[in-house]
T-cell receptor, first 115, second 110 residues
Framework: GAGVSQTPSNKVTEKGKYVELRCDPI?????LYWYRQSLGQGPEFLIY????????DSGLPNDRFFAVRPEGSVSTLKIQRTERGDSAVYLC?????????????FGPGTRLLVL | GQSLEQPSEVTAVEGAIVQINCTYQ??????LSWYQQHAGEAPTFLSY??LDGLEEKGRFSSFLSRSKGYSYLLLKELQMKDSASYLC???????????WGLGTSLAVNP
């Protein structure tokens, strides 16, 4: 079956611009996670959705970052007034129900470069 | 606080066995996972341990000691394609988010 997909695969933007990153989870998975990974680091948690609601957004670095999942499936991560420090790989993952023991399945990531 | 520590790099030869260690500190324990990540790709799940002991899955095994806050990933009969980064991670508290180590870069040489 289809795995987690993310678009675009690469995004180059200029400092100060607005970007949207899309994640399409595995069909039927109610839990969706966004992580950010910088070179040589492990992924860093950003936000977790259970259905349509953000169950934990404690990892969002500041109010320039926002994410939605209006129908409980596709999610969009939105970054306003991008800064060079936002450059990273943005990973999306999904799991069936969000249980702690459940495997999180990752998408290929969106590589964001802010010039 | 919650943290996981791993060696940054490990080198081994094809056909050998290698062990990658992970030590962790957490206020509550909900299991520990290992993921493999090839360069430029997303992490893929390898194993999850919640009870002490060794769990074997083919060439890969994972061990956990909760009393010592320690886990390791054991890779046998190494192949060149095993060259990748290996990350340990655990769920944080009541949340489902994963807290990750920095990863161990494994280089398998011929």
């Amino acid at each position: 079956g289809a795995g987690v997909s993310q678009t675009p695969s690469n995004k180059v933007t200029e400092k100060g611009k607005y970007v949207e990153l899309r994640c399409d989870p595995i069909s039927g998975h109610t839990a969706l996670y966004w992580y950010r990974q910088s070179l040589g680091q492990g992924p860093e948690f950003l936000i977790y959705f259970q259905g349509t609601g953000a169950a934990d957004d404690s990892g969002l670095p500041n109010d320039r970052f926002f994410a939605v999942r209006p129908e409980g499936s596709v999610s969009t991560l939105k970054i306003q007034r991008t800064e060079r420090g936002d450059s990273a790989v943005y990973l999306c993952a999904s799991s069936l129900r969000g249980g702690r023991a459940e495997t999180q399945y990752f998408g290929p990531g969106t590589r964001l470069l802010v010039l | 606080g919650q943290s996981l520590e791993q060696p940054s790099e490990v080198t081994a030869v094809e056909g050998a066995i290698v062990q990658i260690n992970c030590t962790y500190q957490t206020s509550g324990f909900y299991g520990l996972s290992w993921y493999q990540q090839h360069a430029g790709e997303a992490p893929t799940f390898l194993s999850y341990n919640v009870l002490d002991g060794l769990e074997e899955k083919g060439r890969f095994s994972s061990f956990l000691s909760r009393s010592k806050g320690y886990s390791y990933l054991l890779l046998k009969e190494l192949q060149m394609k095993d060259s990748a980064s290996y990350l340990c991670a655990h769920p944080a508290g009541n949340n489902r988010k994963l807290i990750w180590g920095l990863g161990t870069s494994l280089a398998v040489n011929p």
